[in-house]
Protein backbone atom coordinates (compact mmCIF):
# COMPACT_ATOMS: atom_id res chain seq x y z
CA UNK A 1 0.00 0.00 0.00
CA UNK A 2 1.10 3.55 -0.69
CA UNK A 3 -0.43 6.28 1.90
CA UNK A 4 -0.60 9.99 0.85
CA UNK A 5 -0.06 12.45 3.47
CA UNK A 6 -1.02 16.17 3.85
CA UNK A 7 1.89 17.96 4.85
CA UNK A 8 0.77 20.97 6.26
CA UNK A 9 -1.15 18.94 8.85
CA UNK A 10 0.57 15.74 8.75
CA UNK A 11 -3.21 14.00 8.50
CA UNK A 12 -3.43 10.94 6.30
CA UNK A 13 -5.32 11.33 2.79
CA UNK A 14 -5.77 8.15 1.42
CA UNK A 15 -3.90 4.68 0.95
CA UNK A 16 -3.53 2.88 -2.79
CA UNK A 17 -2.97 -0.01 -3.71
CA UNK A 18 -0.08 -0.78 -5.11
CA UNK A 19 0.47 -3.48 -8.71
CA UNK A 20 1.76 -6.73 -8.20
CA UNK A 21 3.82 -8.48 -11.07
CA UNK A 22 0.55 -9.66 -12.62
CA UNK A 23 -0.72 -6.12 -12.45
CA UNK A 24 2.18 -4.48 -14.01
CA UNK A 25 2.12 -7.58 -16.41
CA UNK A 26 -1.27 -6.07 -17.74
CA UNK A 27 -0.28 -2.78 -17.62
CA UNK A 28 2.57 -3.35 -20.44
CA UNK A 29 0.64 -5.80 -22.23
CA UNK A 30 -2.15 -3.37 -22.87
CA UNK A 31 0.52 -0.24 -23.38
CA UNK A 32 1.49 -2.90 -26.30
CA UNK A 33 -1.50 -3.39 -27.58
CA UNK A 34 -2.82 0.06 -27.74
CA UNK A 35 0.96 0.95 -29.17
CA UNK A 36 0.09 -0.63 -32.64
CA UNK A 37 -3.17 1.11 -32.47
CA UNK A 38 -2.02 4.49 -31.58
CA UNK A 39 0.92 4.56 -34.10
CA UNK A 40 -0.83 4.84 -37.02
CA UNK A 41 -3.87 7.18 -35.73
CA UNK A 42 -4.35 10.01 -37.80
CA UNK A 43 -2.63 13.30 -36.52
CA UNK A 44 -5.61 14.87 -35.90
CA UNK A 45 -6.55 12.37 -33.81
CA UNK A 46 -3.75 12.80 -31.54
CA UNK A 47 -4.06 17.05 -31.68
CA UNK A 48 -7.66 16.47 -30.58
CA UNK A 49 -6.50 14.51 -27.38
CA UNK A 50 -4.17 17.35 -26.60
CA UNK A 51 -6.75 20.13 -27.49
CA UNK A 52 -9.30 18.34 -25.41
CA UNK A 53 -6.67 17.71 -22.37
CA UNK A 54 -5.73 21.11 -22.56
CA UNK A 55 -9.43 22.17 -22.14
CA UNK A 56 -9.74 19.97 -19.29
CA UNK A 57 -7.25 21.25 -17.64
CA UNK A 58 -8.24 24.50 -17.34
CA UNK A 59 -11.78 23.69 -17.24
CA UNK A 60 -10.94 21.78 -13.60
CA UNK A 61 -8.10 24.27 -12.87
CA UNK A 62 -9.21 25.02 -9.33
CA UNK A 63 -9.61 21.34 -8.43
CA UNK A 64 -6.67 20.03 -10.15
CA UNK A 65 -4.44 22.84 -7.94
CA UNK A 66 -6.43 21.71 -4.48
CA UNK A 67 -5.21 18.06 -5.07
CA UNK A 68 -1.63 18.77 -5.50
CA UNK A 69 -1.34 20.96 -1.96
CA UNK A 70 -3.02 18.50 -0.02
CA UNK A 71 -0.79 16.31 -1.47
CA UNK A 72 2.20 18.02 -1.84
CA UNK A 73 1.46 21.37 0.52
CA UNK A 74 2.70 23.92 -2.62
CA UNK A 75 0.63 27.09 -2.38
CA UNK A 76 -2.20 27.47 -4.07
CA UNK A 77 -1.96 30.52 -6.60
CA UNK A 78 1.03 28.43 -7.53
CA UNK A 79 -0.62 25.00 -8.03
CA UNK A 80 -3.31 27.03 -10.32
CA UNK A 81 -0.74 28.34 -12.38
CA UNK A 82 1.17 24.47 -13.31
CA UNK A 83 -2.53 23.25 -14.18
CA UNK A 84 -2.47 26.48 -16.27
CA UNK A 85 0.76 26.07 -18.25
CA UNK A 86 0.46 22.73 -18.49
CA UNK A 87 -3.22 23.57 -20.31
CA UNK A 88 -0.66 25.79 -22.95
CA UNK A 89 1.27 23.18 -23.72
CA UNK A 90 -0.88 20.58 -24.32
CA UNK A 91 -2.69 23.57 -26.96
CA UNK A 92 0.83 24.77 -28.51
CA UNK A 93 1.81 20.97 -29.46
CA UNK A 94 -1.95 20.66 -30.84
CA UNK A 95 -1.89 23.26 -33.00
CA UNK A 96 2.25 23.71 -33.59
CA UNK A 97 3.62 19.92 -33.39
CA UNK A 98 2.13 18.52 -36.39
CA UNK A 99 4.48 20.61 -38.54
CA UNK A 100 7.26 19.66 -35.99
CA UNK A 101 6.66 16.34 -37.82
CA UNK A 102 6.92 17.02 -41.06
CA UNK A 103 9.85 15.15 -43.03
CA UNK A 104 13.02 16.41 -43.32
CA UNK A 105 14.94 16.86 -47.25
CA UNK A 106 18.17 16.47 -48.68
CA UNK A 107 19.51 16.80 -51.60
CA UNK A 108 22.34 14.21 -51.94
CA UNK A 109 25.75 15.06 -53.71
CA UNK A 110 26.17 12.06 -55.86
CA UNK A 111 22.39 12.61 -57.14
CA UNK A 112 19.12 11.78 -55.66
CA UNK A 113 17.33 12.76 -52.13
CA UNK A 114 17.12 11.72 -49.33
CA UNK A 115 14.18 11.82 -46.68
CA UNK A 116 13.68 12.03 -43.22
CA UNK A 117 10.54 10.41 -41.72
CA UNK A 118 10.13 11.05 -37.72
CA UNK A 119 8.25 7.94 -36.80
CA UNK A 120 7.25 6.67 -33.17
CA UNK A 121 8.71 3.89 -31.28
CA UNK A 122 6.49 2.45 -28.27
CA UNK A 123 5.79 2.24 -24.87
CA UNK A 124 8.09 4.78 -22.60
CA UNK A 125 8.15 4.78 -18.68
CA UNK A 126 8.21 8.23 -17.14
CA UNK A 127 9.52 8.10 -13.31
CA UNK A 128 8.45 11.28 -12.07
CA UNK A 129 8.86 13.45 -9.14
CA UNK A 130 6.61 15.46 -6.93
CA UNK A 131 7.61 18.82 -7.20
CA UNK A 132 5.63 19.81 -10.35
CA UNK A 133 2.96 16.93 -9.88
CA UNK A 134 1.05 17.98 -12.94
CA UNK A 135 3.86 20.48 -15.10
CA UNK A 136 6.79 17.11 -15.18
CA UNK A 137 4.33 14.92 -16.37
CA UNK A 138 3.13 16.60 -18.81
CA UNK A 139 6.46 17.51 -20.56
CA UNK A 140 6.51 13.79 -21.36
CA UNK A 141 2.57 12.78 -21.83
CA UNK A 142 2.26 16.14 -24.64
CA UNK A 143 4.91 15.16 -26.96
CA UNK A 144 4.46 10.79 -26.22
CA UNK A 145 0.60 11.49 -27.23
CA UNK A 146 1.56 13.13 -30.56
CA UNK A 147 4.40 11.51 -31.59
CA UNK A 148 2.15 8.44 -31.52
CA UNK A 149 3.97 6.76 -28.59
CA UNK A 150 2.38 5.95 -25.47
CA UNK A 151 3.17 6.31 -22.04
CA UNK A 152 3.64 4.43 -18.62
CA UNK A 153 3.97 6.69 -15.26
CA UNK A 154 5.52 6.05 -12.04
CA UNK A 155 4.96 8.55 -10.14
CA UNK A 156 5.73 9.63 -6.85
CA UNK A 157 4.33 8.09 -3.85
CA UNK A 158 2.84 10.83 -2.43
CA UNK A 159 1.29 12.13 -5.14
CA UNK A 160 -0.72 9.13 -5.98
CA UNK A 161 -4.11 10.83 -5.94
CA UNK A 162 -2.40 13.34 -8.59
CA UNK A 163 -1.11 10.50 -10.62
CA UNK A 164 -4.15 8.47 -10.58
CA UNK A 165 -6.31 11.80 -12.14
CA UNK A 166 -4.11 12.71 -14.62
CA UNK A 167 -4.87 9.08 -16.14
CA UNK A 168 -8.65 9.72 -16.04
CA UNK A 169 -8.14 13.06 -17.90
CA UNK A 170 -6.57 11.41 -20.52
CA UNK A 171 -9.25 8.90 -20.89
CA UNK A 172 -11.89 11.79 -20.96
CA UNK A 173 -10.06 13.91 -23.39
CA UNK A 174 -10.59 10.83 -25.90
CA UNK A 175 -7.80 8.75 -25.26
CA UNK A 176 -7.70 5.47 -25.60
CA UNK A 177 -7.27 2.77 -22.59
CA UNK A 178 -3.28 2.21 -22.13
CA UNK A 179 -2.40 5.51 -23.99
CA UNK A 180 -1.03 6.55 -20.71
CA UNK A 181 -1.55 4.46 -17.61
CA UNK A 182 -0.98 5.28 -14.26
CA UNK A 183 1.82 2.24 -12.73
CA UNK A 184 0.90 2.69 -9.09
CA UNK A 185 4.27 1.32 -7.88
CA UNK A 186 7.56 1.99 -5.22
CA UNK A 187 10.92 2.30 -6.99
CA UNK A 188 11.73 -1.65 -6.98
CA UNK A 189 9.89 -2.81 -9.81
CA UNK A 190 11.23 0.06 -11.72
CA UNK A 191 14.49 -1.84 -13.27
CA UNK A 192 12.03 -4.66 -14.49
CA UNK A 193 10.09 -2.90 -16.07
CA UNK A 194 12.75 -1.04 -17.98
CA UNK A 195 13.98 -4.48 -18.90
CA UNK A 196 11.20 -5.53 -20.13
CA UNK A 197 10.88 -5.88 -24.41
CA UNK A 198 7.98 -3.90 -24.07
CA UNK A 199 8.99 -0.62 -22.84
CA UNK A 200 11.44 1.06 -25.28
CA UNK A 201 12.61 3.86 -23.56
CA UNK A 202 12.59 5.79 -19.99
CA UNK A 203 12.64 9.86 -18.60
CA UNK A 204 13.27 10.29 -15.97
CA UNK A 205 12.93 13.62 -13.20
CA UNK A 206 14.69 13.33 -10.09
CA UNK A 207 17.59 12.87 -7.49
CA UNK A 208 21.22 12.03 -9.12
CA UNK A 209 21.13 8.71 -7.09
CA UNK A 210 17.91 7.64 -9.33
CA UNK A 211 19.40 8.97 -12.03
CA UNK A 212 22.27 6.47 -12.22
CA UNK A 213 20.45 4.16 -11.30
CA UNK A 214 18.01 4.33 -14.25
CA UNK A 215 20.39 5.23 -16.60
CA UNK A 216 22.43 2.11 -15.94
CA UNK A 217 19.95 -0.34 -16.13
CA UNK A 218 18.87 1.51 -19.70
CA UNK A 219 22.40 1.22 -20.78
CA UNK A 220 22.50 -2.60 -20.10
CA UNK A 221 19.44 -3.07 -21.98
CA UNK A 222 20.49 -0.47 -24.82
CA UNK A 223 17.96 1.49 -24.12
CA UNK A 224 17.85 5.58 -24.55
CA UNK A 225 17.03 7.70 -21.78
CA UNK A 226 15.96 11.03 -20.96
CA UNK A 227 17.50 12.53 -17.32
CA UNK A 228 16.90 15.34 -15.65
CA UNK A 229 18.35 15.51 -12.09
CA UNK A 230 18.39 19.25 -10.52
CA UNK A 231 21.01 21.11 -9.48
CA UNK A 232 22.03 23.91 -7.51
CA UNK A 233 21.66 26.86 -9.93
CA UNK A 234 23.89 29.90 -9.67
CA UNK A 235 21.93 33.40 -9.49
CA UNK A 236 24.30 35.88 -10.31
CA UNK A 237 24.20 39.64 -9.28
CA UNK A 238 26.23 42.11 -11.12
CA UNK A 239 26.92 46.05 -10.66
CA UNK A 240 24.43 47.32 -13.22
CA UNK A 241 21.69 45.47 -12.06
CA UNK A 242 18.42 46.76 -11.23
CA UNK A 243 19.80 45.86 -7.42
CA UNK A 244 15.61 45.69 -6.06
CA UNK A 245 14.19 43.83 -8.60
CA UNK A 246 17.14 41.33 -8.21
CA UNK A 247 16.45 41.02 -4.74
CA UNK A 248 12.63 40.61 -5.23
CA UNK A 249 13.50 37.71 -7.65
CA UNK A 250 16.32 35.86 -5.52
CA UNK A 251 13.83 36.02 -2.64
CA UNK A 252 11.22 34.58 -5.59
CA UNK A 253 13.92 31.89 -6.35
CA UNK A 254 14.43 30.52 -2.54
CA UNK A 255 10.55 30.23 -2.08
CA UNK A 256 9.36 29.21 -4.89
CA UNK A 257 7.55 26.16 -4.88
CA UNK A 258 8.51 26.20 -0.94
CA UNK A 259 12.10 26.23 -2.16
CA UNK A 260 11.59 22.80 -4.06
CA UNK A 261 11.93 23.47 -7.79
CA UNK A 262 15.19 22.56 -9.60
CA UNK A 263 15.50 25.34 -11.68
CA UNK A 264 15.44 28.24 -9.52
CA UNK A 265 18.86 29.99 -7.96
CA UNK A 266 20.03 28.47 -4.80
CA UNK A 267 23.23 29.87 -4.46
CA UNK A 268 23.28 33.62 -4.41
CA UNK A 269 26.61 35.12 -6.24
CA UNK A 270 27.30 38.88 -5.90
CA UNK A 271 29.42 40.98 -7.32
CA UNK A 272 31.71 42.93 -4.49
CA UNK A 273 30.94 46.21 -5.70
CA UNK A 274 27.62 46.13 -4.59
CA UNK A 275 27.46 42.66 -2.25
CA UNK A 276 26.75 45.07 0.77
CA UNK A 277 23.62 46.65 -0.63
CA UNK A 278 22.20 43.63 -2.27
CA UNK A 279 22.68 41.22 1.14
CA UNK A 280 21.32 44.15 3.71
CA UNK A 281 18.71 44.00 1.41
CA UNK A 282 18.33 39.94 0.58
CA UNK A 283 18.98 39.00 4.20
CA UNK A 284 15.60 41.97 4.92
CA UNK A 285 13.48 40.89 2.38
CA UNK A 286 14.08 36.81 2.47
CA UNK A 287 13.92 36.51 6.28
CA UNK A 288 10.10 38.23 6.40
CA UNK A 289 8.22 36.07 4.18
CA UNK A 290 6.35 34.12 6.58
CA UNK A 291 4.99 30.14 6.00
CA UNK A 292 1.46 30.27 6.18
CA UNK A 293 -1.53 28.46 4.71
CA UNK A 294 -0.83 26.71 1.41
CA UNK A 295 -4.39 27.02 0.24
CA UNK A 296 -4.82 30.88 1.06
CA UNK A 297 -4.58 32.77 -2.20
CA UNK A 298 -2.26 34.59 -0.17
CA UNK A 299 -0.01 32.32 0.80
CA UNK A 300 3.60 32.87 -0.58
CA UNK A 301 5.43 29.84 1.61
CA UNK A 302 3.84 26.54 3.14
CA UNK A 303 5.87 23.67 4.23
CA UNK A 304 7.68 21.15 2.59
CA UNK A 305 6.62 18.58 0.83
CA UNK A 306 6.94 15.99 3.99
CA UNK A 307 8.60 15.76 7.29
CA UNK A 308 11.63 13.70 5.72
CA UNK A 309 12.07 16.47 3.27
CA UNK A 310 12.21 19.08 5.93
CA UNK A 311 14.40 16.85 7.88
CA UNK A 312 17.35 16.59 5.19
CA UNK A 313 16.56 20.03 4.79
CA UNK A 314 17.63 20.97 8.72
CA UNK A 315 20.13 18.39 8.12
CA UNK A 316 21.59 19.86 5.59
CA UNK A 317 21.80 23.33 7.33
CA UNK A 318 23.68 21.58 10.33
CA UNK A 319 26.51 20.20 8.20
CA UNK A 320 26.46 23.71 6.71
CA UNK A 321 27.52 25.01 9.72
CA UNK A 322 29.81 22.47 10.92
CA UNK A 323 32.44 22.86 7.71
CA UNK A 324 32.57 26.34 8.96
CA UNK A 325 29.68 28.28 7.00
CA UNK A 326 27.27 30.96 8.62
CA UNK A 327 23.71 30.90 9.36
CA UNK A 328 22.50 34.33 9.11
CA UNK A 329 18.84 33.59 10.05
CA UNK A 330 16.19 31.12 10.01
CA UNK A 331 16.27 27.76 8.59
CA UNK A 332 14.31 26.44 11.89
CA UNK A 333 11.93 23.14 12.04
CA UNK A 334 8.40 25.18 13.51
CA UNK A 335 6.33 23.82 16.23
CA UNK A 336 3.34 22.69 14.66
CA UNK A 337 1.72 19.47 13.11
CA UNK A 338 3.16 19.07 9.62
CA UNK A 339 6.69 19.92 7.33
CA UNK A 340 6.94 23.51 8.27
CA UNK A 341 10.12 25.43 8.41
CA UNK A 342 11.22 29.38 8.11
CA UNK A 343 13.20 30.28 4.92
CA UNK A 344 16.96 30.45 5.88
CA UNK A 345 20.35 31.87 4.35
CA UNK A 346 23.85 30.29 4.23
CA UNK A 347 27.12 32.56 4.08
CA UNK A 348 30.53 31.63 4.27
CA UNK A 349 30.19 28.53 2.30
CA UNK A 350 33.75 26.64 1.56
CA UNK A 351 33.81 25.97 -2.04
CA UNK A 352 34.10 22.23 -3.21
CA UNK A 353 32.36 21.54 0.22
CA UNK A 354 29.94 19.32 0.69
CA UNK A 355 27.18 21.94 1.17
CA UNK A 356 29.16 23.92 -1.79
CA UNK A 357 28.37 20.88 -3.95
CA UNK A 358 25.25 19.74 -3.15
CA UNK A 359 21.59 20.88 -3.66
CA UNK A 360 19.57 22.16 -1.02
CA UNK A 361 15.67 21.29 -1.62
CA UNK A 362 14.09 23.98 0.26
CA UNK A 363 13.77 27.64 0.98
CA UNK A 364 17.38 27.60 2.29
CA UNK A 365 19.92 30.00 0.63
CA UNK A 366 23.48 30.54 0.08
CA UNK A 367 25.24 33.86 -0.29
CA UNK A 368 28.82 33.97 -2.48
CA UNK A 369 30.95 37.18 -2.91
CA UNK A 370 32.98 37.68 -6.07
CA UNK A 371 35.23 40.14 -6.91
CA UNK A 372 34.43 40.33 -10.63
CA UNK A 373 33.04 38.66 -13.35
CA UNK A 374 35.15 35.40 -14.17
CA UNK A 375 35.28 35.21 -10.30
CA UNK A 376 31.34 35.15 -10.79
CA UNK A 377 31.91 32.34 -13.55
CA UNK A 378 34.30 30.13 -11.14
CA UNK A 379 31.73 30.21 -8.46
CA UNK A 380 28.72 29.19 -10.29
CA UNK A 381 30.78 26.23 -12.11
CA UNK A 382 32.33 24.91 -9.05
CA UNK A 383 29.80 22.21 -8.44
CA UNK A 384 28.91 19.04 -10.50
CA UNK A 385 25.90 20.27 -11.73
CA UNK A 386 24.63 21.99 -14.65
CA UNK A 387 20.72 22.40 -15.21
CA UNK A 388 20.03 26.24 -14.83
CA UNK A 389 21.18 29.79 -13.99
CA UNK A 390 19.94 33.37 -13.76
CA UNK A 391 22.33 36.21 -14.56
CA UNK A 392 21.69 40.31 -13.52
CA UNK A 393 23.35 42.71 -15.77
CA UNK A 394 22.19 44.96 -18.53
CA UNK A 395 25.91 45.31 -19.58
CA UNK A 396 25.63 43.21 -23.32
CA UNK A 397 29.20 42.02 -23.26
CA UNK A 398 28.35 40.46 -19.64
CA UNK A 399 25.83 39.06 -21.18
CA UNK A 400 27.73 37.49 -23.65
CA UNK A 401 30.43 36.32 -21.78
CA UNK A 402 28.02 34.53 -19.20
CA UNK A 403 26.03 32.84 -21.76
CA UNK A 404 29.42 31.34 -23.08
CA UNK A 405 30.72 30.35 -20.09
CA UNK A 406 28.16 29.44 -17.43
CA UNK A 407 28.10 25.62 -17.37
CA UNK A 408 24.51 24.63 -17.65
CA UNK A 409 21.83 23.85 -19.95
CA UNK A 410 19.95 27.19 -19.64
CA UNK A 411 21.04 31.05 -19.00
CA UNK A 412 17.97 33.06 -18.15
CA UNK A 413 19.26 37.37 -18.10
CA UNK A 414 17.18 39.39 -15.24
CA UNK A 415 15.11 37.06 -14.25
CA UNK A 416 14.48 33.83 -12.32
CA UNK A 417 14.88 31.12 -14.16
CA UNK A 418 12.32 28.43 -15.37
CA UNK A 419 11.32 26.34 -18.38
CA UNK A 420 8.95 27.72 -21.57
CA UNK A 421 6.90 25.28 -23.74
CA UNK A 422 8.46 26.86 -26.78
CA UNK A 423 12.50 26.42 -26.12
CA UNK A 424 14.76 23.15 -25.17
CA UNK A 425 14.83 22.41 -21.22
CA UNK A 426 17.23 20.17 -19.86
CA UNK A 427 20.96 20.24 -18.00
CA UNK A 428 24.91 19.36 -18.38
CA UNK A 429 27.05 17.26 -15.93
CA UNK A 430 25.40 15.83 -13.30
CA UNK A 431 22.19 17.37 -13.98
CA UNK A 432 21.51 14.99 -16.73
CA UNK A 433 21.31 15.22 -20.71
CA UNK A 434 18.41 15.16 -23.24
CA UNK A 435 15.88 17.80 -23.49
CA UNK A 436 12.22 18.32 -22.80
CA UNK A 437 9.56 20.92 -24.78
CA UNK A 438 9.73 22.22 -28.06
CA UNK A 439 11.06 20.55 -31.34
CA UNK A 440 13.63 18.84 -29.51
CA UNK A 441 11.57 16.90 -26.63
CA UNK A 442 8.91 16.02 -29.18
CA UNK A 443 11.64 14.26 -31.07
CA UNK A 444 13.68 12.77 -28.15
CA UNK A 445 11.60 9.13 -28.71
CA UNK A 446 11.28 8.92 -32.10
CA UNK A 447 13.20 7.30 -34.89
CA UNK A 448 14.15 9.92 -38.00
CA UNK A 449 14.25 7.44 -40.44
CA UNK A 450 16.34 7.60 -43.27
CA UNK A 451 14.55 7.23 -46.70
CA UNK A 452 17.43 6.96 -49.67
CA UNK A 453 15.96 7.66 -53.21
CA UNK A 454 18.85 7.34 -55.63
CA UNK A 455 19.03 9.47 -58.77
Not at 197 to 223: F, M
Not at 242 to 251: F, G, H
Not at 417 to 425: R, T, V
Request: glycine share 10%; charged share 20%; net charge negative.
Amino acid sequence: MITTVNPATGETLAEYRTLDECGIDTALDLAQATYRDWRTSPIERRTAVLKKLGDLYLEQTDDLAKLAVAEMGKPVSQARSEVEKCASLFHYLAEKGPAMLEPLEWELSGGGTAQGLWLPQGPVLAVMPWNFPYWQVARFLAPTILAGNVGLLKHASIVQGTAAKLAELVVEAGGPDGLFQNLCIGSDPVAGILADDRVIAATLTGSEGAGRAVAEQAGKHIKKVVLELGGSDPFIVMPSADIDQAVEDAVLARIQNNGQSCICGKRTIVHADIYDEFSQKFITALSAVEPGDPMDDDTKLGPLSSEAQRDTVLDQVDTARKEGATLLFGAEKLDRDGAWMTPGLLSEVTIGSETGTDEIFGPVGQLYKAQDMDGAVRIANAIPFGLGSAVWTRDEQEQEHFAAHIEAGMTTFNAVNGSHIEAPFGGIKNSGFGRELSQFGLHEFMNLKTIVRPA
